[in-house]
């Protein structure tokens, strides 16, 4: 950019073409951010860079527009000339040749725009109120006790989390609280079910799952609604959601404590795994014995030490004796001594028997207490013998205690397979579907000529209805 003088000596800012278009460039992209446009698809080109270009119109205007190919590989359908669609992106100038055009970011099939944008919508607003923040995030256990499972009862996603429970924790108690999980009704039975699951008594519930397959964001709406989304922040109860496919977000997703990819992912979140409990039980049980055992030797050691330092206080009595005989000798010795003529005689004797009664009654209180005094070594051993007596206690009632919990998740396990639709399966039985995948649970609900589709245990087959009872009335 460069000034030049013009009329009157005024100043003149001359810019270059390239300066301009950049100058262009840097205003559209500061004034217009990421905006919505919809319209039709033509003039589509896919070089070997893998960028799209086309130009988006209407019956009035066209707009040529871009999208890289970091961008364009998120997109879930193939576009093409005369497809109407939904793009997000921002306006932008291609500044070497001048041209306008528009940076696409997202795109959507025209159908789903109008869910889209309400979807964005919705979530703007939670997130506004606070539904989404941390802080409110119940924390998950690392075990539950009880879980209450919300989907539908015929669906995939019902069959994936039970054959992982079943086989990571079969004790886990599970409850399945039955829900359509997309159309008009849909809506209403999950906000109950949520609130059911809060108000159960019983046996109550500390965690919920909250999961369905994939499909479109239209089959997924149901967990795109307000009502939903606050049923679920007003449970007291955590909250785990997978809704759909790893690659599909909700507004459950949001609301949730804790969200899983997937169905089959939130039941290995859920359920630990049990040949990993059974190690850390066997490596806990080793280390308490080994600490106990510790401790038994240390106190061994102590009691050694002690008693080492003990004297039998039979043997201090003893020499106590032996020395007050010696005294009470050299006592008369010295009496005898001292006391000379027939008065010092009589007093001897009164002295000698006075000095007597008093030995006597010591005598006999020494022998009194020696015969009730018991030697500490003989408390010690006791007590050893009662602390090996209690560690056999111990260790036995550990091992009672570990076999009942055994023997209580066997029996969990064995109830709960009993409860399994697999289960189910495995006596003979099938489940019966027609070619939308709607379940058939009577006769009157083919046709000859129709096809079905039968589920066994382990595997499916299709087939086509020859004759019905139903059709013959």
């Known amino acids: 950019m460069s000034a030049i003088n013009g009329h009157q000596g005024a100043n003149i800012e001359v810019f270059s073409v390239s300066e301009l278009n950049r100058l262009a460039k840097g205003i559209l992209e500061h004034e217009l951010p990421l905006v919505f446009v919809e319209g039709e698809i033509s003039n589509f080109a896919k070089p070997g860079s893998g960028h799209w270009y086309f130009t988006l119109k209407d019956s009035k205007a066209q707009l040529r527009s871009a999208m890289f190919r970091n961008r364009n590989q998120r997109v879930r359908f193939a576009p093409r000339n005369g497809l109407q669609v939904l793009v997000r992106g921002k306006i932008s100038l291609y500044e070497a040749r001048g041209e306008y055009q528009f940076i696409a970011e997202q795109m959507e099939e025209a159908g789903e725009g109008a869910l889209r944008r309400a979807f964005d919508e919705l979530r703007m607003r939670?997130?506004?109120?606070g539904l989404f923040a941390n802080e409110l995030k119940k924390p998950i256990p690392k075990l539950a006790n009880h879980l209450a499972i919300i989907t539908s009862p015929t669906g995939a996603a019902i069959r994936d989390v039970l054959s992982v429970v079943n086989r990571r924790f079969p004790s886990l108690a599970c409850t399945v609280i039955p829900t359509q999980v997309q159309g008009e009704e849909s809506i209403g039975q999950v906000v109950s079910a949520i609130q059911q699951a809060?108000?159960?008594?019983?046996?109550?519930?500390?965690?919920?799952?909250?999961?369905?397959?994939?499909?479109?964001?239209?089959?997924?709406?149901?967990?795109?609604?307000?009502?939903?989304?606050?049923?679920?922040?007003?449970?007291?109860?955590?909250?785990?959601?997978?809704?759909g496919h790893e690659s599909d977000v909700s507004i459950a997703d949001?609301?949730?404590?804790?969200?899983?990819?997937?169905?089959?992912?939130?039941?290995?979140?859920?359920?630990?795994?049990?040949?990993?409990?059974?190690?850390?039980?066997?490596?806990?049980?080793?280390?308490?014995?080994?600490?106990?055992?510790?401790?038994?030797?240390?106190r061994k050691l102590s009691v050694d030490a002690l008693k080492n330092r003990l004297r039998n206080p039979i043997q201090i009595l003893t020499e106590l004796k032996n020395r007050l005989v010696q005294l009470q000798r050299s006592l008369e010795s010295h009496i005898k001594r001292a006391l000379q003529g027939p008065d010092l005689q009589i007093m001897e004797k009164h002295l000698t028997r006075a000095m007597s009664q008093l030995l006597d009654q010591f005598?006999?209180?020494?022998?009194?207490?020696?015969?009730?005094?018991?030697?500490?070594?003989?408390?010690?051993?006791?007590?050893?013998?009662?602390?090996?007596?209690?560690?056999?206690?111990?260790?036995?009632?550990?091992?009672?205690?570990?076999?009942?919990?055994?023997?209580?998740?066997?029996?969990?396990?064995?109830?709960?397979?009993?409860?399994?639709?697999?289960?189910?399966?495995?006596?003979?039985?099938?489940?019966?579907?027609?070619?939308?995948?709607?379940?058939i649970t009577n006769a009157a609900q083919t046709?000859?000529?129709?096809?079905?589709?039968?589920?066994?245990?382990?595997?499916?087959?299709?087939?086509?209805?020859?004759?019905?009872?139903?059709?013959?009335?």
């Open 126 to 129: 939670l997130q506004e109120e």
């Open 198 to 243: 809060n108000q159960f008594t019983t046996n109550p519930f500390d965690l919920i799952l909250v999961t369905r397959g994939g499909g479109s964001l239209e089959d997924l709406w149901t967990f795109n609604t307000e009502p939903v989304a606050r049923a679920m922040a007003a449970s007291k109860i955590p909250i785990i959601s997978a809704v």
């Open 254 to 298: 949001f609301v949730a404590d804790l969200r899983a990819p997937t169905p089959s992912a939130a039941a290995e979140l859920i359920a630990p795994d049990q040949h990993e409990w059974a190690l850390t039980f066997d490596r806990v049980e080793s280390q308490l014995i080994a600490s106990l055992q510790n401790e038994i030797e240390f």
């Open 363 to 439: 005598w006999h209180r020494t022998s009194h207490i020696e015969q009730n005094l018991q030697s500490p070594l003989q408390k010690i051993n006791l007590m050893a013998s009662r602390q090996q007596q209690l560690d056999g206690e111990l260790v036995q009632a550990m091992n009672t205690k570990l076999a009942n919990h055994k023997s209580t998740l066997a029996l969990a396990a064995g109830k709960l397979d009993a409860l399994s639709p697999l289960s189910t399966l495995q006596r003979g039985y099938a489940i019966v579907r027609n070619a939308e995948g709607s379940v």
């Open 447 to 473: 046709r000859p000529g129709q096809q079905i589709t039968a589920r066994f245990a382990e595997n499916e087959i299709t087939a086509a209805v020859i004759e019905s009872e139903a059709n013959k009335k």
